[in-house]
């Protein structure tokens, strides 16, 4: 069983920078996709960023330099930096891996979100 663990989510004052954590768990082989993505109450949820383990990460385009997305491959870890925090980035964020290789297959996980509020 595939576990996606986030954390760092947090009440912050607009202009201040968060860096949010997810750790995949189990029997893994590889991962080839993890990512971000956020919720917004009444709202779809939406790409923030993703990276294969080798490639160019891809961003939403509502992100606009302020996201960056990493990957710790030996750890099948992401994290995501997000800097110069706005209230509309106050969402759930979610982590995703893509592809996720174990010894009785391949298939998708989400995490459960960690909450980012951005308010003054």
């Known amino acids: 069983q595939v576990q996606l663990m986030e954390s760092g989510g947090d009440l912050v004052q607009p202009g201040t920078s968060l860096r949010l954590s997810c750790e995949a768990s189990?029997?893994?082989?590889?991962?080839?996709?993890m990512g971000w993505y956020r919720q917004a109450p009444g709202k779809q949820r939406e790409l923030v960023a993703k990276k294969t383990r080798r490639g160019s990460p891809v961003y939403g385009e509502f992100t606009n330099g302020r996201f960056t997305i990493s990957r710790d491959n030996a750890n099948n870890a992401a994290y995501l930096q997000i800097d110069s925090l706005k209230p509309e980035d106050t969402a759930v964020y979610y982590c995703?891996?893509?592809?996720?290789?174990?010894?009785?297959?391949?298939?998708?996980?989400w995490g459960q979100g960690t909450q980012v509020t951005v308010s003054s």
């Open positions: 995703n891996a893509e592809q996720v290789a174990t010894k009785t297959g391949v298939n998708d996980y």
């Open positions: 189990g029997d893994i082989i590889s991962i080839r996709v």
